[in-house]
């Protein structure tokens, strides 16, 4: 398989499991009030985002050289790797002051069942989605794709850490929600 075609093949599923990933989490946070899934949502959204400016930096390095580019667009990939880095530091902002806001005024999770699927569902998306991603960074040695699958990688235990808070909160720890999204945030 070519190396372009490797490319859209990475970022198109990138930007498909992040909007699913949104969609979910989205529906799992109004479902159950959970500051962690809040803050995994927020993750995602990040990454969204950030998949969604990979697709474009990719498809962009990808168009042959012109008169006012003599060795191409290859510097598109290195930039939207900036900006990733760009978008995860301002979404764990977010997190902490949202987190340790509900640190002081924690309230009961409702439906914890429903928010522990909709996490171990999105951990096999994005381990999914890191296959497809790294195959691809063996053929293609892709600076976007790698940035988008080092913090796709992360997500794995941002999900995990997310499931222990909703179980911890279930069996009457009530601020392991906040904790762990402050966790969470300081990780990302």
Avoid at 118 to 125: D, F, K, N, P, Q
Avoid at 173 to 184: F, G, K, N, P, Q
């Amino acid at each position: 398989m070519d190396k372009g075609r490797q490319l859209r093949i990475a970022t198109y599923a990138s930007v498909a499991t992040a909007v699913a990933l949104v969609g979910m989490k989205l529906a799992a946070w109004l479902w159950t009030g959970s500051v962690s899934i809040l803050a995994s949502l927020v993750d995602s959204l990040m990454d969204s985002a950030a998949s969604a400016l990979n697709l474009l930096a990719v498809r962009y390095s990808l168009t042959p050289a012109d008169e006012e580019h003599r060795f191409g667009h290859g510097k598109a990939e290195p930039l939207a790797g900036l900006a990733q880095a760009a978008f995860i530091a301002g979404s764990a902002v977010f997190l902490i002051l949202h987190a340790v806001e509900r640190l002081r005024f924690p309230r009961v999770l409702q439906d914890v069942n429903i928010g522990v699927a909709v996490m171990v569902v999105s951990i096999v998306l994005t381990a999914l989605l890191l296959l497809i991603q790294r195959r691809a960074i063996r053929q293609t040695q892709s600076t976007a794709i790698r940035a988008d699958a080092l913090h796709y990688g992360t997500d794995l235990l941002t999900n995990l850490t997310v499931i222990i808070a909703l179980l911890l909160s279930k069996y009457g720890w009530a601020r392991a929600d906040s904790a762990m999204a402050i966790l969470v945030a300081a990780y990302i």
